[in-house]
Nanobody, 115 residues
Framework: QVQLVESGGGLVQSGGSLRLSCAAS????????MGWYRQAPGKERELVAA???????NYADSVKGRFTISRDNAKNTVYLQMNSLKPEDTAVYYC?????????WGQGTQVTVSS
């Protein structure tokens, strides 16, 4: 059974930082591309950051220079370090694992940034 469990969300003031974690089980973590998506109320889910199995990364323009995605294959965990948070970063953040046609999602963790 595949499980992606996010943690680290919460309430933070504008300009603050949070670190999200996503622990994966039931998959061969090292071969999966991993991503963080977010969905704000009334908006579509969007890609925030992704990291390939080899470590290549890409970011949404809105978070470049502020967020950093990383992975620890020994711990089957992907991280999202979020700095200089803004109120517009408020959303539910979801972890995603992808390999070819296989696509898995976590349950999401709420991030709220107050102004």
């Amino acid at each position: 059974q595949v499980q992606l469990v996010e943690s680290g969300g919460g309430l933070v003031q504008s300009g603050g930082s949070l670190r999200l974690s996503c622990a994966a089980s039931g998959i061969i973590f090292s071969i999966h591309a991993m991503g963080w998506y977010r969905q704000a109320p009334g908006k579509e889910r969007e890609l925030v950051a992704a990291i390939s199995h080899s470590g290549s990364t890409n970011y949404a323009d809105s978070v470049k220079g502020r967020f950093t995605i990383s992975r620890d294959n020994a711990k089957n965990t992907v991280y999202l370090q979020m700095n200089s948070l803004k109120p517009e970063d408020t959303a539910v953040y979801y972890c995603n694992a992808n390999f070819v046609k296989y696509d898995y999602w976590g349950q999401g963790t709420q991030v709220t940034v107050s102004s």
